[in-house]
């Protein structure tokens, strides 16, 4: 699509790519649709396009303006960029020599990842029906002079296709060419063999892949991910941990699950309980041991940097990480050998139990993935991760991964310029997988304060950061995670404990996620009764702030890709507010046709003649449906949120702009501003207003949440569930706006619950 056509209004698929002939059945990059044809049915587009007019007609409206009047053939045709067909080139980014040395590698499972596109379908043409069995059995033909093992995987997503996992087997064994795609059963898995010894011969496996890339129901070949090497070793401080480390309690304490390489005897007491797969000879119990000590003592064991009155958390340790990762990988590979697949199978099974026996909700995962090829694609990792959170209602916390020493940029300077020019000029920077991951929390690390010649704070040397894929805002948030240069007197700048129970210091992604966790944990435990998990993260990132390092002249601009948004505050200051101001949370589900309002009076105490003071922030957090094949364009329902004023119209303008976006307009008007500026088409968004020092003409104001699909797209039958958080305030702390609004509230008859928590309470909003 045209950059400037992008908008859903304007897509192809009503004149000339017609759904009944030629569907759109995927997409790439945003404004990039895909779409399944056979040669008749694409010259039926050429013909349809060549009926659209090179002369474009006029009309008058009423008030005699004249304007174009094109057919809407016109339009499409005018909207379009380019059309092409899916070639090689888009299937793989590697080369057979490079598939070989990858897949030899152990913990790989060694197999390619093959996604097929959809074809057939109720709605589909008969000849394209027929077309895609002829494929499919065109490509079964091809893999019967190779050996290969195959197994068909289950669709992921919103009727999403048929992948397929494939090996390449030494010369003599029998292949096992049965797909499972002709059958009327699509999706359904095959019984595996097992994980067969990989074929390491080049000219075989170019074979293979010459065999996959023709075929068009090929989409894509991609290699499977690998877990990377932690960010550096850690130093000892020469001190002891224990004596600081405050005890644990049976009180009401919050239990988060580490999904590591174990947690050391040292912190038993604080354990609850332990899910073990991995011996003790194949345990390297480090890295998940220095998590679990920030989590249960982080204030203690840093009180320069850190609440050190907070009390310990318990600990379930899931030790789901054999040792080695990202080094020979031969740990990983003999207890997975099917590779990362497995690996998140491990994870599923645990995190089920935890849900089950403990009611564990939040889980730290501080292990990342790499993979060779496409970096922008949308992870395996991830996708598994979305569903596994959308399924047992959960949150995972993920680093959001480590640049190599190569890759590593200069310590952050005072000069913000010279700063943003850097960071222009790094070439691999996206978050690794599976940060991306987008109902779930990613970390970036900021540098601790403290340490001589370096900008507390401000962006680690080490640290991955976004933008994040297209579509997307990662990380989400940021926390300290020690500074990326060793100082001889304060060392990495974070403290925590080793196997031993000694103080040692290090740095990483891995260290700042335990801290976001602790926070989403203690919020969870702190709210009486069970809330959805997007209310957690909507309250989360609602009192979360951006460090002001990185709002620092032209810096500003590129915060959020540096530090999401920003540094999570702790409970006690999420839920106590001054009664200078309101915190409403909205729990409710948008069903199909449905939008949600609710009109309001500004605060007295900020209004006077009509003209309002003060300030509002609201943040939004949805489950909205996802669909892995459409790429850039997988969330496929936009949630939005308003709050209006009205004018002298009677109508009603929005005021809130994007949080951290100084120049972000109100009312964006074009789709790419949209994308840009409102966070449209996103799972997290956070806005605000300005400081309001006499707006408006009316104290009548508007909370308002609609829904927009993609084109050709329907809303789920049960809809799609969101949380929304919107605080009211006098910026002066002087104004009764708590008890103003509460009163208002309960006289328009709005029910009214308090989120109970152990210090104050406030009042929760449902619609």
């Not at 702190?526 to 959805?532: E, H, K, R, T, Y």
Request: aromatic share 6%.
């Amino acid at each position: 699509m045209s950059s400037q056509a992008i908008a859903k209004t304007h897509r192809p698929q009503i004149r000339l790519f017609k759904k009944n002939a030629v569907p759109h059945v995927a997409t790439r990059g945003i404004g990039e649709p895909i779409f399944a044809c056979t040669p008749e049915t694409l010259r039926g587009v050429l013909e349809r396009l060549r009926q659209a007019e090179l002369s474009v007609g006029t009309k008058t409206l009423k008030t005699g303006e004249i304007v174009a009047n094109p057919t809407r053939a016109r339009c499409e045709a005018s909207a379009i960029a380019s059309i092409e067909l899916w070639s090689v080139a888009d299937k793989r980014a590697f080369d057979a020599e490079d598939g070989v040395a990858w897949l030899s590698r152990s913990g790989s499972g060694g197999r390619y990842h093959v996604e097929l596109f959809p074809f057939g379908g109720v709605s589909a043409p008969a000849s394209l029906t027929s077309a895609g069995q002829s494929a499919a059995r065109a490509l079964e033909n091809d893999l019967t002079n190779v050996s290969v093992d195959i197994n068909a995987q289950a669709a992921r997503g919103v009727g999403g296709p048929l992948a397929l996992s494939v090996a390449v087997l030494e010369p003599g064994v029998p292949g096992r060419t049965e797909l499972g795609i002709t059958l009327e059963e699509v999706g359904t898995a095959l019984r595996s063999r097992g994980n067969p010894a990989p074929n390491v011969d080049v000219d075989e496996h170019a074979r293979v892949l010459n065999a996959l890339e023709r075929n068009p129901l090929v989409r894509s070949i991609a290699l499977p991910p690998l877990p990377s090497a932690t960010q550096g070793e850690a130093a000892a401080t020469g001190a002891l941990a224990l004596p600081v480390l405050p005890g644990p309690d049976e009180q009401t304490l919050p239990i988060i699950g580490v999904l590591d390489g174990g947690v050391g005897p040292v912190l038993d007491p604080w354990v609850v309980d332990r899910w073990t797969v991995i011996s003790p000879s194949d345990t390297d119990a480090e890295h998940g041991t220095f998590i679990s000590g920030l989590l249960i003592a982080a204030g203690p064991l840093n009180p320069s940097l850190l609440d050190s009155s907070r009390p310990a958390c318990r600990i379930l340790d899931l030790k789901v990480l054999p040792a080695d990762p990202g080094g020979t990988g031969v740990n990983f590979g003999r207890y997975y050998p099917g590779g990362a697949a497995e690996f998140l199978d491990e994870i599923e099974d645990a995190v089920r139990d935890a849900r089950k026996r403990y009611d564990v909700r939040i889980f730290n995962l501080s292990v990342n993935f790499d993979g060779p090829g496409d970096d922008a694609r949308y992870g395996f990792t991830a996708q598994r991760l979305d569903e596994i959170a959308r399924q047992h209602d959960v949150i995972f916390v993920i680093s959001g991964g480590n640049l190599v020493p190569s890759d590593q940029r200069a310590e952050w300077g005072t000069n913000p310029d010279r700063n943003l020019a850097a960071l222009v000029r790094e070439t691999r920077t996206t978050v690794s997988e599976p940060a991306e991951s987008l109902f779930n929390l990613s970390v970036s690390a900021l540098n601790p304060p403290g340490i001589g010649g370096q900008v507390p704070y401000a962006l680690t040397r080490y640290s991955r950061r976004g933008p994040g894929l297209r579509g997307a805002t990662k990380p989400d948030l940021a926390h300290i995670g020690g500074s990326g240069t060793y100082d001889s007197v304060a060392g990495y700048g974070l403290v925590s404990v080793d196997e031993a129970g000694a103080e040692v210091t290090d740095c990483g992604t891995s260290f700042a996620a335990p801290l976001v966790a602790r926070e989403l944990a203690d919020l969870d435990v702190a709210i009486q009764g069970d809330v959805p998990r997007e209310v957690l993260l909507a309250l989360l990132i609602h009192e979360a702030r951006m460090p002001k390092q990185l709002q620092k002249g032209s810096i500003g601009a590129v915060a959020t890709q540096l530090a999401g948004f920003g540094v999570p505050s702790q409970t006690h200051h999420t839920l106590e507010r001054p009664d200078s101001e309101i915190v409403m949370v909205f729990n409710s589900t948008v069903l199909p046709r449905e939008e949600h309002s609710l009109d309001f009076s500004w605060p007295a105490a900020l209004t006077t003649n009509g003209k309002c003071r003060g300030y509002a922030r609201l943040t939004l957090v949805a489950r909205p449906v996802l669909a892995y094949e459409h790429g850039d364009e997988r969330i496929r329902v936009n949630i939005d949120a308003k709050l209006m004023q009205q004018n002298e119209d009677g109508g009603f303008n929005n005021v809130l702009k994007p949080v951290h976006n100084p120049n972000a307009m109100a009312n964006p008007k074009t789709e790419r501003e949209r994308l840009r500026e409102n966070h449209k088409w996103q799972v997290v968004k956070s806005f605000e207003t300005a400081n309001m020092r006499g707006r408006g003409s009316s104290s009548t104001w508007r909370f308002f949440v609609e829904y927009l699909t993609r084109a050709e797209e329907p809303l789920p039958i049960k809809g799609v569930e969101f949380a929304a958080v919107l605080t009211i305030s006098d910026p002066k702390g002087v104004a009764p706006v708590f008890q103003q609004m509460r009163q208002q509230l309960n006289a328009r008859g709005v029910q009214t619950t308090d989120i109970r928590v152990g210090i104050r309470n406030r009042v929760s909003t449902r619609f």
